[in-house]
């Protein structure tokens, strides 16, 4: 038995068996990934980030216990230096074969390892390089999972505007991490209006004393808002000079960015400071870490003092950061880790040149930028390779260090005092009230008087002549070389500049006379900041200056001399009324007076007699009302409402009349001898114009001839031109023509239409930020008073004789029937009314004989009856009864039915009859004869028989009546 040789089947099963377990045990343990670590220990970041990304993937591989593969962390101290940096990572490329780096720090370390890590395809993960110099466009293999400092300049912006500082000094640090921040903040500020006089760049190794000096240098200027963007250890150097120099008391503006605000324990910031920092939604999560993290971070640095054991947005970004990492290597598989280390190396381990290329990068890479989870700084989302933050905190720090939440910034909502579905939104556009520096609750204007800066030097027109000083001088004194400048112009520059959000140090210079073309040019060519004087804003010099808003509105108008048109007044009397109103007084005159006849035609006799009598008592009663002449003695109410009525119009018309035709008589109508612009170009007359105007320029290219145009330099000039005839009318600006007006307005119009022009505007260079500020300012002080004051203590009343001739000379327009209309009205439904109810109570008591009439006669018969009837004396009147009362005893004889004459009238009853005694002995008149019938031999035909026709015949077709009811002709016949 001792020589027995083993079953060979047993050995291959024994070895296969444990072949087997050996390959199972080691694919059951994961593997490992090697990744830098890059960091400055001995910074408040570095401190932050040791402690925090180890933390992050503990609690990664506590969340996922069955991960494939493990990270493992290759730390190196870079000590803030660039070229350490740099050799460490290519130290860790070679020599440790790193899949991935976290870090380095600062931007200036990370733009360099970047493009070595691009070179050998090794991601690189930051975390704490927020600087725009260094981004994935310009180093492939560059990942940032941290905020770029160029999104926050949006939300400086927006503060500037709200708390309405219109400029802004930015401090920062003279390096990448600074410099390349500034130019995203100014155009931030350019885009909302306020502007960035100066800079204050410091050196990241800037002493105390440095940093002194700059900050006294800061204090005697104007500005008081600043934004500080440096590092955390610079940040306390700053404040600490501000502190000392006097600018952390009232008045003044700190803002830091999320950089420092991240950073609040090792900065020791004064009270009153604003920040900015990424809003973090508060989680139990994010709770729990914060109470592990403090007790981790006291424990890794004793020595750090427990008030700087703050968490802020470093450690946030540090932890997500390493978490996605080491779920980015999860999906690595083992053939990606082989062979580890970088393929197609030459050289030594430091040889820059000699890089390979990782052979795991390229899927590394887009693993990472491509994991998306809930980290603790909220969602974690690369686009672009960049961390994607669109809403901002802003925080007030206390007298404690710590911060106060105020309200919140979003890249599409701007400023809002909350946020979530609850938030108020009347508060948008709002923040929490705010303890500024100085414990003041009061909002920093931002700037002071300066006591140190350049002033601009503002050009004013030195020789003016007196007749436009009222618009702009400027004198100098020559002793004392002082200059004195005034008028409209120069009081409302200065009142706009008081108006300003900021102090504008300037001084007037005087500018000898030129053309006001030549003056901007020297404008814009710097020889002055700018111009102020009444220069007219056109397009061809604004190509050159930039203008403010007009503070004044012009336009071009003519005024010639005036001439009294009351040459022609033979037919004057007619020109009070229109022709419409003497139609309307004519037939209503007419209509009055047939109104009155119809009337009284039955009762009174003075309305009576032949055809033509009735017609001219008619037109001369309607007539006569005009002077109130009218004698005709009115016999019924009626007609004596409507004669009333018709009196009070015919008084208003008669004064009227009066007021206008004396207004013409007397008053001149005074009309400018050149009416427009048109009678101007096809005159021969000159025209003057403004010497040194643009107006020369505009009336040439409009095609006026050059020759007709004579220059003038003062209103005196003016005056003497147009009164000996040299020129027949001046063109210049409205503003001009006023003050030419105020002097000799008596002889003198403004006419023509008027051309608007640009309006008066103060000049400054092109770009100049002021610009915008002063026509911001002109135009507060338009809408108050003060500017109605500087214009009439300038210019005089505005209704005083230049307006009054501005707008036009007197004339004495013609009444028209469209003021009266209303009294024709009243006065026609009155005369119409009483007609109506005159006929009216005309059929009531005829309506027997009328009713007769109707029913035996053709309708024509019943008109001729009718009117017949109408046409004849209303015998039932008091009028005739008082009359025949009053002649009834001395007849001469009579008994009923007699008459003078042995006759009875035809148609008149008995009593009637006993007025001939009082008749005189002529009855040729029919005057008399309305009273007479001169008829011998016809009797009265007795009552219920009809009535005789006018030819002595009776008319078959006629009906009798009572013989109350008949009324006779004027000579006692039926007519």
């Known amino acids: 038995?001792?020589?027995?040789?083993?079953?060979?089947?047993?050995?291959?099963?024994?070895?296969?068996?444990?072949?087997?377990?050996?390959?199972?045990?080691?694919?059951?343990?994961?593997?490992?990934?090697?990744?830098?670590?890059?960091?400055d220990g001995g910074s408040p970041v570095g401190r932050i980030a040791n402690t925090t990304i180890p933390m992050a993937l503990e609690d990664f591989y506590d969340a996922f216990p069955g991960s494939s593969v493990r990270v493992r962390l290759v730390h190196r101290d870079s000590r803030g230096d660039v070229v350490a940096a740099a050799s460490a990572a290519v130290e860790l490329m070679k020599g440790q074969g790193v899949r991935a780096i976290l870090g380095p720090q600062s931007s200036v370390e990370s733009a360099f390892v970047a493009d070595l890590a691009t070179r050998a395809e090794i991601p690189v993960v930051s975390f704490s390089a927020t600087s725009p110099s260094v981004s994935p466009d310009a180093a492939r293999f560059f990942a940032r999972a941290a905020l770029s400092d160029a999104a926050q300049a949006g939300a400086l912006a927006a503060l500037a505007t709200h708390f309405r500082w219109r400029r802004i000094v930015p401090i920062y640090q003279d390096d990448d991490y600074g410099a390349a921040f500034v130019p995203f903040l100014v155009d931030a500020l350019t885009a909302a209006g306020a502007e960035v006089p100066y800079r204050c760049a410091l050196p990241s190794t800037a002493s105390s004393d440095a940093v002194a000096a700059a900050m006294y240098l800061l204090e005697s200027q104007q500005t008081r808002a600043f934004v500080l963007h440096t590092r955390a250890e610079l940040a306390a150097r700053v404040f600490a000079a501000a502190e000392a120099a006097g600018m952390m008391g009232e008045g003044f503006v700190w803002v830091i960015t999320d950089g420092l605000t991240g950073l609040l324990g090792s900065i020791d910031a004064p009270q009153g400071v604003i920040g900015l920092a990424p809003f973090v939604p508060t989680t139990p999560r994010l709770r729990d870490f914060k109470r592990r993290w403090v007790h981790r971070f006291m424990r890794d640095h004793p020595g750090v003092h427990p008030d700087h054991a703050e968490m802020g947005?470093?450690?946030?970004?540090?932890?997500?950061?390493?978490?996605?990492?080491?779920?980015?290597?999860?999906?690595?598989?083992?053939?990606?880790?082989?062979?580890?280390?970088?393929?197609?190396?030459?050289?030594?381990?430091?040889?820059?040149?000699?890089?390979g290329k990782s052979s795991s990068g390229k899927k590394f890479l887009e693993a990472i930028t491509n994991t998306k989870f809930e980290g603790l700084g909220g969602k974690f989302e690369l686009v672009d390779g960049e961390l994607a933050v669109e809403t901002f905190r802003v925080v007030n720090i206390m007298d404690n260090g710590k911060e106060r939440g105020i309200g919140f910034w979003t890249k599409?909502?701007?400023?809002?005092?909350?946020?979530?579905?609850?938030?108020?939104?009347?508060?948008?556009?709002?923040?929490?009230?705010?303890?500024?520096?100085?414990?003041?609750a009061v909002v920093p204007r931002g700037w002071v008087q300066p006591t140190s800066a350049r002033k601009l030097r503002v050009a004013v027109p030195g020789s003016v002549t007196p007749g436009y000083r009222s618009i702009v001088h400027l004198d100098v004194d020559q002793a004392t070389n002082i200059t004195d400048a005034g008028g409209f112009v120069v009081e409302v520059f200065e009142a706009a500049v008081?108006?300003?959000?900021?102090?504008?140090?300037?001084?007037?210079?005087?500018?000898?006379?030129?053309?006001?073309?030549?003056?901007?040019?020297?404008?814009?060519?710097?020889?002055?900041?700018?111009?102020?004087?009444?220069?007219?804003?056109?397009?061809?010099?604004?190509?050159?200056?930039?203008?403010?808003?007009?503070?004044?509105?012009?336009?071009?108008?003519?005024?010639?001399?005036l001439r009294d048109n009351r040459r022609n007044q033979t037919w004057v009397f007619l020109k009070p009324l229109r022709y419409d109103l003497w139609l309307a007084s004519a037939a209503f005159f007419l209509f009055t007076g047939f109104a009155v006849w119809a009337v009284e035609h039955r009762k009174n006799d003075e309305f009576r007699g032949p055809p033509s009598y009735q017609v001219g008592t008619l037109l001369y009663f309607g007539f006569s009302t005009l002077v109130f002449s009218h004698r005709e003695n009115l016999r019924n109410n009626l007609s004596?409402?409507?004669?009333?009525?018709?009196?009070?119009?015919?008084?208003?018309?008669?004064?009227?009349y009066t007021a206008s035709l004396t207004s013409m008589l007397t008053v001149p109508q005074l009309e400018p001898v050149i009416g427009d612009y048109a009678e101007l170009w096809r005159g021969t007359a000159k025209v003057g114009i403004m010497n040194n105007s643009?107006?020369?320029?505009?009336?040439?290219?409009?095609?006026?001839?050059?020759?007709?145009?004579?220059?003038?330099?003062?209103?005196?000039?003016?005056?003497?031109?147009?009164?000996?005839?040299?020129?027949?009318?001046?063109?210049?600006?409205?503003?001009?023509?006023?003050?030419?007006?105020?002097?000799?307005?008596?002889?003198?119009?403004m006419t023509g239409k008027t051309n608007k022009t640009g309006g008066f505007g103060f000049a400054f260079p092109k770009g100049s930020p002021y610009v915008a500020d002063l026509s911001r300012a002109i135009l507060a002080l338009t809408e108050t008073e003060e500017m109605n004051l500087i214009e009439r203590k300038w210019f005089g009343e505005t209704d005083g004789c230049a307006a009054t001739q501005a707008v036009g000379p007197f004339t004495s327009d013609s009444l028209s029937f469209g003021s009266f209309w209303g009294l024709f009205l009243i006065t026609g439904a009155t005369s119409l009314l009483c007609c109506a109810i005159h006929l009216a109570t005309f059929v009531v008591a005829n309506w027997p004989y009328i009713r007769q009439l109707a029913s035996h006669t053709s309708w024509r018969g019943v008109i001729r009856r009718l009117a017949r009837f109408y046409d004849g004396r209303d015998l039932s009147a008091h009028t005739f009864r008082v009359k025949?009362?009053?002649?009834?005893?001395?007849?001469?004889?009579?008994?009923?039915?007699?008459?003078?004459?042995?006759?009875?009238?035809?148609?008149?009853?008995?009593?009637?009859?006993?007025?001939?005694?009082?008749?005189?002995?002529?009855?040729?008149?029919?005057?008399?004869?309305?009273?007479?019938s001169l008829q011998t031999s016809s009797p009265a035909p007795a009552a219920g028989e009809i009535e005789?026709?006018?030819?002595?015949?009776a008319d078959e077709e006629e009906l009798t009546a009572p013989r109350y009811l008949h009324g006779s002709g004027e000579d006692g016949r039926g007519q």
């Open 1 to 39: 038995m001792a020589g027995h040789t083993p079953n060979p089947l047993f050995l291959l099963l024994f070895l296969g068996s444990a072949s087997s377990l050996f390959f199972a045990m080691s694919w059951g343990q994961p593997q490992t990934v090697s990744v830098g670590f890059i960091i």
């Open 313 to 355: 947005c470093y450690a946030l970004w540090a932890y997500d950061a390493a978490w996605a990492v080491a779920s980015a290597a999860e999906q690595l598989s083992p053939g990606d880790l082989s062979p580890p280390g970088l393929v197609g190396g030459t050289t030594g381990p430091t040889d820059f040149a000699g890089l």
């Open 412 to 440: 599409h909502g701007g400023l809002i005092r909350h946020l979530g579905r609850g938030a108020n939104k009347s508060t948008n556009g709002e923040l929490a009230p705010v303890i500024w520096p100085g414990e003041s």
């Open 498 to 561: 008081r108006l300003l959000p900021y102090a504008l140090p300037f001084e007037y210079v005087k500018a000898e006379s030129m053309p006001y073309d030549k003056l901007v040019q020297l404008v814009a060519n710097g020889t002055f900041d700018a111009a102020v004087a009444d220069i007219t804003i056109t397009a061809a010099r604004s190509n050159h200056v930039d203008f403010t808003l007009p503070y004044m509105v012009s336009g071009i108008a003519m005024v010639a001399p």
């Open 640 to 656: 004596r409402f409507a004669v009333v009525v018709w009196c009070f119009v015919v008084l208003i018309l008669q004064s009227s």
């Open 694 to 749: 643009f107006m020369q320029d505009t009336m040439t290219r409009s095609g006026f001839p050059h020759s007709r145009l004579v220059p003038y330099k003062a209103a005196q000039s003016f005056h003497e031109a147009l009164i000996n005839g040299t020129i027949g009318s001046i063109v210049d600006e409205i503003p001009y023509l006023r003050i030419f007006l105020k002097s000799y307005c008596n002889r003198f119009s």
């Open 884 to 932: 025949d009362s009053s002649g009834g005893g001395g007849g001469g004889g009579g008994g009923s039915g007699s008459v003078a004459g042995g006759r009875n009238d035809a148609g008149a009853s008995p009593s009637v009859m006993h007025d001939a005694a009082g008749s005189p002995i002529s009855i040729s008149n029919h005057t008399y004869m309305s009273d007479w």
């Open 948 to 953: 005789p026709a006018a030819g002595g015949r």
